[in-house]
């Protein structure tokens, strides 16, 4: 059973939900994030303000979805980086999906940075997290164009079309191990 993360719009959990793949249960840090209302599973919102710190709300976002059955939790736009408090719950068992050919444009501006860059490719990247900054083990890649006049809405827009695709099929391959 899957549990996903979700910060803002949420267009990746609609590619989770639209392949029919066995989604228990949503978290977010942002209680207005709109991906919520993609989906008719358990949500609950875990804001750090209204935990002690990071490693507390860590620890309270891994025991709610294990309680909803979680074994594999899968990171759709979720903005914040998470702790071994939350790591250390679900071993190897944590992927992301970012906009760039990591390891490089990590972060939370990499559209903006790779086109500042004048980069001719960006590209979106599916990796296992671990605590640093999109920098755990790279389980699926896949290269886009960066074409001219693009602007970051543009070339971020081609990217989630390549993610929507590239999400699923490593989220259904994990699911199978
Ligand atoms: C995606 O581009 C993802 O790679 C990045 O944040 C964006 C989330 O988009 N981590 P959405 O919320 O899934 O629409």
């Known amino acids: 059973m899957i549990g996903v993360l979700v910060s803002g719009e949420g267009t990746n959990l609609q590619a989770l939900v639209d392949a029919g793949l066995p989604i228990a249960a949503v978290a977010t840090n942002r209680r207005d994030a709109r991906a919520l209302a993609r989906v008719d599973v358990p949500a609950a919102s875990f804001e750090l303000a209204d935990f002690e710190g990071r490693e507390a709300r860590d620890a309270a976002m891994a025991e709610w979805l294990k309680e909803h059955g979680v074994k594999l939790v899968v990171l759709a736009g979720y903005m914040h980086l998470l702790t071994p408090a939350f790591l250390d719950a679900f071993p190897d068992a944590v992927v992301n999906v970012h906009p760039s050919l990591l390891p490089s444009f990590p972060g939370a501006h990499a559209v903006e940075e790779q086109l500042a860059a004048g980069v ?11 605590e640093g900054v999109d920098s755990g083990p790279i389980l699926a890649q896949e290269r886009v164009p960066v074409l001219p006049g693009d602007t970051a809405e543009t070339l971020h827009e081609r990217i989630k079309s390549v993610e929507h695709r590239l999400l699923p099929k490593v989220v259904g391959e994990l699911c199978a191990r």
Do not use: N
């Open 120 to 130: 001719a490719e960006s590209g979106a990247t599916v990796h296992l997290v671990d």
